[in-house]
């Protein structure tokens, strides 16, 4: 059964710093590229980064772009994503997913994990 669990999700204040980790288990997770969503109260989901197979490449939504990296560690199954100058409109449930090709669209993505809450205050 493949697993994938979320952590790290807290309140914080505008201009803070968090880092999402996402532990895989149940499949080769260096097969599959990964990527983070999220989704805002009252908004739809929402593409924010992704990396491929190796961590080589990644890409990020232009909202986070310059804010926020992604990486993983094949040798823990887990894949990070850091997040820093945090802004209210990050405010949002975040999401981790596998998928075995290396693309934005959500539906592309295989599995997901349950998400984590993000909170930015003012």
């Known amino acids: 059964q493949v697993r994938l669990v979320e952590s790290g999700g807290a309140s914080v204040q505008a201009g803070g710093s968090l880092r999402l980790s996402c532990v895989a288990s149940?499949?080769?997770?260096?097969?599959?590229?990964m990527g983070w969503f999220r989704q805002g109260p009252g908004k739809e989901r929402e593409f924010v980064a992704r990396?491929?197979?190796?961590?080589?490449?990644?890409n990020y939504a232009n909202s986070v772009n310059g804010r926020f990296t992604v990486s993983r560690d094949n040798t823990k199954n887990t894949v990070y994503l850091q997040m820093s100058s945090l802004k209210p409109e990050d405010t949002a449930v975040y999401y981790c997913a596998a998928s075995p090709i290396y693309q934005v669209a959500s539906s592309e993505y295989r599995y997901w994990g349950q998400g984590t809450q993000v909170t930015v205050s003012p």
């Open positions: 149940g499949l080769t997770f260096g097969s599959y590229a």
């Open positions: 990396i491929t197979r190796s961590g080589i490449t990644t």
